[in-house]
């Protein structure tokens, strides 16, 4: 009865996705007034403000989604749902020493880790030197000694890092790097998967930041499975966003009740200023990706044609 009911709810989580896109357009035209906009190497970049709120942008068109949103006069306000979803990490490693998260933005997702894990070791890869900057500027990211955004494509970062004797080892990666579109491809093959498996410690975590309304979700999904063997999904409430979670060898896959449990500790330990308990129950666990999907590769990944295809439905079997 209670997978039946998930797939139900996912079901009708997909028929008010186009609803829910809709409506997200319709805010971005009201975003307020463009306080900066410069055409980068790899992006045209438009920050806007609307009193204390500041939102960064990859491109002017209204489907475009928000690269980051801030409120000046309250930080630790997270604005967009899958800046708390990524938190989801901690379920699996509640007390990570050192983090690696591959896209910086705005700066929501490293600067809340740090404001919380004060000690916790934070590199950033981020391949558009345009956007340090920006997010020092206008969105309130500031680097220190614990905080450090390195000037580099994600996957080239990592393969510096394994060159490295020894090699580093990472409690938690977090996969947020977009451009105006989506994620580069090059960041969700098989392949780059397996370069990231090479940096992350047996008992870290994965954390992907995907949408879940097309195809492409359930290819990203195998792909996560074909190389970590595991992975669970969060399914965000009001967004179509999802987070991939792949645990090491060492750490454990969770039951929703499990995820809630670890939620509760971590909320009252760590005074968080959003529901970390609303986030734990986005786990789905019953729910695989299509058995027809397909893993990309770094010969074979159609990306662009997986996106157009909206996804009717789950599969409830492993592939």
Request: proline share 6%; charged share 20%; glycine share 6%.
């Amino acid at each position: 009865m209670k997978n039946r009911m998930h797939k139900t709810i996912l079901i009708l989580m997909f028929c008010m996705a186009p609803f829910g896109i809709a409506m997200a357009a319709s805010r971005q035209q009201q975003l307020g007034q463009v306080i900066h906009k410069k055409s980068s190497l790899y992006n045209s970049i438009f920050v806007y403000k609307d009193g204390s709120i500041v939102s960064l942008k990859f491109g002017k068109r209204a489907t475009l989604n928000l690269q980051s949103q801030v409120d000046l006069n309250d930080p630790r306000r997270h604005m967009l749902e899958y800046t708390t979803m990524t938190f989801c990490g901690l379920f699996y490693k509640p007390q990570p020493q050192r983090m690696l998260v591959l896209g910086l933005g705005g700066g929501v997702i490293p600067r809340e880790m740090h404001h919380h894990f004060p000690q916790l070791q934070i590199d950033v890869a981020e391949i558009d030197p345009d956007i340090p900057p920006v997010a020092a500027r206008f969105l309130g990211f500031h680097e220190d000694e614990k905080l450090k955004v390195h000037v580099d494509d994600g996957r080239m970062f990592i393969k510096k890092q394994l060159r490295c004797n020894p090699v580093p080892k990472y409690d938690m990666i977090i996969l947020d790097a977009f451009n105006g579109d989506y994620i580069p491809f090059h960041l969700m093959t098989k392949e780059f998967l397996q370069e990231v498996k090479g940096v992350l410690a047996d008992d870290g975590v994965v954390i992907a930041n995907v949408f879940y309304t097309n195809r492409l979700f359930d290819a990203e999904f195998k792909t996560f499975l074909s190389v970590f063997g595991r992975s669970q999904a969060f399914f965000g409430a009001v967004s179509g966003n999802a987070m991939l979670v792949s645990p090491g060898p060492a750490c454990p896959i969770l039951t929703e009740q499990e995820a809630v449990e670890h939620a509760q500790q971590l909320q009252q330990k760590h005074n968080l200023s959003f529901d970390l308990i609303e986030v734990a129950q986005m786990l789905r666990p019953d729910v695989h990706p299509d058995r027809r999907a397909k893993v990309l590769t770094d010969d074979v990944a159609p990306v662009n044609w997986l996106r157009e295809q909206e996804t009717k439905k789950f599969s409830s079997d492993i592939p």
